[in-house]
């Protein structure tokens, strides 16, 4: 499944599936993207980030893309399991009056079904 | 790694009256935030930290909100005469200068203020 950023907010897969989430950032001084995942009731939760040098990165079991051209990001999970489930935020940043000030899209709901 | 920790968990108050939220960073983290977050939205920048300086303010951040950082550590953001609208999920959130640039944010699971 594919998700097309803010216009589909909700992604459902089936368990053992590969998840893309998709991210279109607005700021082209944007220089530092970090994705995170939060649950229910809790807060968002680190989980990758990639530099503006670079233009992929990899974890364990996720893989984040960067295409600047563009100023599109996409989080890949592979094998997506239903501990996954959560809302995904991409965040970028750049630097404003010599600050760094995360900015947050609107995030993606991400269901796996068992 | 104790996390940054966020009092109270939750807070239901009146409309009109004040409220104090608490954030304690980790504590080897420099730079401290304040975000907000309504359902179904991503976390809102309202102020920013950088050891006991505020530095960066939201231009939508009404006059009747205030924080402080008074040695660094910890952190409280105060919400005067709260409105229905103030309603929302307070989020806050601690990284450090790293040597290769910026850090990812670690959050709180915050505090969910209700005004009635």
């Known amino acids: 499944g594919e998700s097309v950023g803010l216009h589909l907010p909700t992604l459902s897969v089936q368990e053992g599936d590969n998840s893309i989430i998709n991210c279109a950032y607005s700021?082209?001084?944007?220089?530092?993207f970090i994705w995170y995942k939060q649950e229910s009731g809790k807060g968002p939760q680190f989980i990758i980030d990639?530099?503006?040098?670079?233009d992929k990165r990899q974890g364990q079991r996720v893989t984040v893309l960067l295409n600047k051209t563009v100023k599109h990001l996409s989080l890949q999970i592979a094998a997506t399991q239903p501990g996954d489930s959560a809302v995904y935020f991409c965040?970028?940043?750049?630097?404003?009056?010599?600050?760094?000030?995360?900015?947050f899209g609107r995030g993606t709901s991400l269901i796996v079904h068992p | 790694d104790t996390g940054v920790s966020q009092n109270p968990r939750h807070k239901i108050t009146k409309r009109g009256q004040n409220v104090t939220f608490r954030c304690d960073p980790i504590s080897e983290h420099n730079r401290l935030y304040w975000y907000r977050q309504t359902l179904g939205q991503g976390p809102e920048f309202l102020t920013y930290f950088q050891n006991e300086a505020q530095l960066e303010k939201s231009r939508l951040l009404s006059d009747r909100f205030s924080a402080e950082r008074p040695k660094g550590s910890f952190s409280t953001l105060e919400i005067q005469r709260t409105e229905q609208g103030d309603s929302a999920m307070y989020l806050c959130a601690s990284s450090r200068t790293g040597v290769r640039g910026e850090s990812p944010l670690h959050f709180g699971n915050g505090t969910r203020l209700t005004v009635t």
């Open positions: 965040a970028e940043n750049w630097v404003s009056g010599g600050s760094y000030i995360p900015t």
């Open positions: 990639i530099r503006s040098n670079m």
């Open positions: 700021n082209s001084a944007s220089d530092y």
